[in-house]
């Protein structure tokens, strides 16, 4: 006699897993498939009209930027630690140089550049476009002992 079910016991318990490459593949393509098509439109519209490459390129400022101070607040304990605390100017400065410059499609040439590894010098930005920060972050070498940054309106 049957005992009220017609499925069997062992169908009961089997739980289909996913290979686990399977869930770390998903989590690299997945983002990239969800980003990669609005990507591409923002990019082909951005060649046909200043607005939208404008505020396009406005977005990724913003984006480097937070990323970049994100990555200095995390570098800067262990680069204590190692005893080269004024680094972290220099790793801000140049990953946000070379993830924007890269990502916008601006070169900086710097002439002279051989007197700043020599001598001290001062930096000023008159802040009339977004540029000066990029700017700063092409001519920041490794080891600049102080970093200032003032204003006066």
């Known amino acids: 006699m049957s005992t009220g079910s017609s499925v069997p016991k062992a169908a ?15 989590l690299i393509l997945k983002p990239l498939a969800y ?7 923002l990019h082909r519209f951005s060649q046909t009209s200043p607005l939208i490459r404008y505020h396009l390129h406005n977005i990724l400022y913003v984006c480097s930027l937070s990323f970049c ?3 200095g607040f995390c570098v800067a304990l262990p680069l204590s630690l190692v005893g080269r605390r004024y ?16 990502l916008v499609g601006v ?11 020599t001598r ?10 977004m540029l000066d920060v990029l700017c700063l972050g092409r ?6 002992r102080r970093c ?6």
């Open 12 to 26: 009961l318990l089997r739980v289909a897993t996913k290979p686990h490459y399977m869930s770390f593949l998903s």
């Open 35 to 41: 980003l990669g098509l609005p990507a591409y439109i």
């Open 69 to 71: 101070s994100t990555l």
């Open 87 to 102: 680094d972290v100017n220099y790793v801000v400065a140049r990953t946000f140089y070379a993830i924007f410059s890269r």
């Open 107 to 117: 070169e900086i040439i710097v002439e002279g550049e051989e007197h700043l590894k």
């Open 120 to 129: 001290p010098c001062v930096f000023v930005g008159n802040h009339q476009s």
């Open 139 to 144: 001519c920041v070498n490794a080891g600049c």
């Open 148 to 153: 200032i940054c003032g204003s006066r309106q």
